[in-house]
């Protein structure tokens, strides 16, 4: 039997980067010990992110606003059959993607045996499709990846294969985020790959079975809680949160479905060369310098001396959790303090010891501090106006069984925050988007931030000694 393949092992090698700088800091995680399985198929609560999750789709419905979705672009002859036994056993190898939910005020989850079975749908769209091929798969696409899912049925997820050629066909997975997360898509089709290889050539899986589910991870989870033995972390996000300014009054109120714009960039290998020099010489990530670019940014367009910005992280520090589907993803604040005309190393610094810290403050829910610290439980008006992901490449060469393979972009419906920077590695190169809220922001202004990020990126790695006050100037 065997376990992923290196092409999961991203997140293995982030762990291992954080926990070194975690130790170069004096900070060493404590031994981990292991989650306790409870006893298969036990109804059990949901996780602090599953239960917003379930209150929201309670409250409007949720639509496709909380969808997570990956299209594939798929060149060659592809096994139809053995993609959907696939599916499938992807499906019972993960408790959490046999899992509904139940309840008001007490919500509970519950997880079906493993006979729950997923029917690929099949679009062929290689004759009739009149005079717009192009724009009749983008309808598809659209119509399959917004379809609601009624929670309290299973699966939440569902797989539609448009066959545009004989020989090219678009895969789209569309999940709820109540069973999924960023990481988790990446894992969803890494395994798949790995079974779908597997099952063309008639073998069985081979994967090692898992030994801890998502529903244990929560109920372990709230027993840490209530035994206490969260509370440090407890103290520490409530006093962060506690100290940062409410949003709720100086933001327009949230509105589901507000309309979402988006500027593209890219980062060319020369500078993403620079990145990793600079990676490497500082003891930082290439996202800890994305982050200070950001927050440098800010402070120039908009001259809050305080920058905050919240960051999306994988939050899987657990070794149990790196194989584990299920949605684990979560927010951290980190606050840089630009007063003084502070160099951008300074502000690198900066980012550097607001990460490290915050991460070894992990496993206490952005949901459990907001609510600690005095805010209301769904997030409204605790997040901040500038978000930063580092989005993971799903597809690899050499998946499918070598089968010629690209991930399409799909743009996102709708966003939390005013601003988020989403970044995005392609081999020496980092492509990125800006996302903002086009209810309050032009196009054309933020056309101009996102050159403006372009030029800041060049300046940090080539002259960290430069003060925030003193860069040239952005906007043109």
């Not at 399959?144 to 789209?172: G, N, S």
């Not at 743009?411 to 990125?432: E, H, K, T, Y």
Request: proline fraction near 5%.
């Amino acid at each position: 039997m065997k376990g992923l393949s290196n092409r999961a092992a991203p997140v293995a090698r982030g762990r291992r980067l954080y926990e070194q700088l975690l130790k170069d800091k004096g900070i060493d995680l404590s031994p981990e010990v292991p989650i306790p399985r409870r006893s298969p198929y036990q109804p059990c609560l949901l996780s602090a992110a599953q239960e917003r999750f379930w209150k929201l789709w309670r409250l409007k419905g949720g639509g496709e606003l909380f969808h997570a979705v990956v299209l594939l672009r798929i060149c060659g002859p592809l096994n139809i059959i053995a993609l959907s036994q696939a599916f499938n056993e992807v499906i019972r190898r993960h408790e959490v993607l046999r899992s509904s939910f139940t309840g008001t005020d007490c919500p509970i989850c519950n997880y079906r045996p493993a006979g729950v079975r997923l029917a690929l749908s099949v679009v062929d769209l290689c004759h009739g499709v009149g005079a717009d091929p192009e724009g009749e798969w983008q309808r598809l696409c659209e119509d399959e990846t917004r379809r609601p899912f009624d929670l309290t049925q299973v699966p939440l997820l569902r797989a539609t294969v448009i066959a545009l050629k004989p020989a090219e066909q678009l895969v789209v997975l569309t999940l709820h985020q109540i069973v999924c997360d960023p990481s988790s898509k990446k894992l969803f089709v890494t395994e798949l790959s790995q079974l779908y290889d597997a099952f063309s050539d008639g073998q069985a899986s081979g994967l090692d079975e898992l030994e801890t589910h998502y529903g244990d991870l929560t109920m372990w989870q709230r027993s840490e809680l209530e035994a206490g033995r969260l509370d440090h972390h407890q103290e520490y996000w409530t006093r962060v949160l506690g100290a940062r300014r409410l949003m709720e009054s100086k933001r327009s109120p949230w509105r589901p479905g507000s309309s979402v714009g988006a500027c593209n960039f890219s980062v060319s290998e020369e500078v993403g060369d620079q990145i990793r020099n600079v990676s490497k010489a500082r003891s930082v990530s290439a996202s800890m310098i994305f982050v200070a670019a950001w927050h440098a940014l800010l402070v120039r367009l908009f001259g809050d001396q305080q920058s905050e910005v919240g960051i999306v992280v994988a939050n899987r520090s657990r070794r149990e959790l790196q194989s584990m589907i299920g949605p684990m993803s979560d927010i951290m604040i980190l606050r840089v303090d630009l007063n003084d005309n502070p160099t951008l190393a300074e502000v690198l610094g900066q980012v550097r010891e607001g990460v490290l810290d915050a991460l070894a403050h992990q496993g206490f829910p952005y949901e459990w501090a907001a609510v600690a610290a005095g805010g209301p439980p769904d997030r409204r008006g605790w997040i901040p106006r500038a978000m930063f992901e580092m989005d993971e490449c799903v597809a690899e060469e050499g998946m499918f069984g070598g089968l010629q393979l690209s991930e399409e972009p799909l743009p996102r419906n709708v966003i939390s925050s005013d601003l988020v920077l989403v970044i995005r590695q392609a081999g020496r190169m980092f492509n990125g988007t800006i996302e903002y809220n086009a209810r309050l922001l032009g196009k054309d202004r933020m056309a101009s931030m996102t050159a403006a990020y372009g030029k800041l990126i060049q300046v940090v790695t080539s002259d960290l000694d430069c003060r925030i006050m003193n860069l040239p100037p952005l906007l043109s």
